[in-house]
Nanobody, 126 residues
Framework: QVQLVESGGGLVQTGGSLRLSCAASGRTFNGYNMGWFRQAPGKEREFVAAINRSGGRSSYADFVKGRFTISRDNARNTVVLQMSSLRPEDTAVYYC???????????????????WGQGTQVTVSS
């Protein structure tokens, strides 16, 4: 089992930046694909970004391409979501997720992730 703890959320103005971190503990971190999802009030949880086990492949939702970057450090059991050019519509609770599966594929659906953090709030003011 994997325990995930997110940090780095907060309040930022439009155009600002935030760096979300997810610390993992438990079983071997590099055995998991990692993803970031978000959920705004009244909306379903949606895919933001994901990275495969080695960190060699990543995928992004269209609405964050060019603004967000996902990375992982397998030696430190962490995955980071660097967010820039933030917009009010990015306001949501952001969740880190871990899942097992194909070593090459980058998974973009919630069903492919078995473990979830508690979430961290990101609020972008206009």
């Amino acid at each position: 089992q994997v325990q995930l703890v997110e940090s780095g959320g907060g309040l930022v103005q439009t155009g600002g930046s935030l760096r979300l971190s997810c610390a993992a503990s438990g079983r071997t971190f590099n055995g998991y694909n990692m993803g970031w999802f978000r959920q705004a009030p009244g909306k379903e949880r949606e895919f933001v970004a994901a990275i495969n086990r080695s960190g060699g492949r990543s995928s992004y939702a269209d609405f964050v391409k060019g603004r967000f970057t996902i990375s992982r450090d397998n030696a430190r059991n962490t995955v980071v979501l660097q967010m820039s050019s933030l917009r009010p519509e990015d306001t949501a609770v952001y969740y880190c997720a871990a899942g097992q599966g194909n070593i090459i594929v980058v998974y973009t659906t919630t069903a492919k992730y078995n473990y979830w953090g508690q979430g961290t709030q990101v609020t972008v003011s206009s």
